[in-house]
């Protein structure tokens, strides 16, 4: 996912690539309005906001977590999806 963020649709396989992140954008977009009609998540925020928040925050894990460091995979997708789905309130 992270490539397909960094492409511009100069090539034919960039412009496939393009498509296939719209898709998967859209599919994204498509869960949050669903869990938004059944009451799940709240509803002042576009479901396409989110979806690009989504991807752009677990895509730029890649850019500073190291398997090496202190921080263990399962804390991190647990922090990841709490921040993501309940925000920082206290």
Excluded at 8 to 37: F, K, P, T, Y
């Amino acid at each position: 996912m992270t490539l397909l963020l960094r492409v511009r649709g100069n090539s034919e396989l960039e412009v496939a690539a393009l498509a296939r992140r719209r898709r998967i954008d859209d599919d994204l977009a498509r869960l949050v309005a669903d869990a938004v009609a059944e009451g799940s998540l709240r509803s002042d925020l576009s479901p396409e906001v989110v979806s690009r928040l989504v991807f752009g925050t677990v895509n730029s894990l890649v850019d500073w977590y190291s398997p090496d460091g202190s921080l263990d995979p399962d804390t991190l997708a647990e922090g990841v999806a709490d921040l993501l789905f309940r925000g920082l309130e206290a």
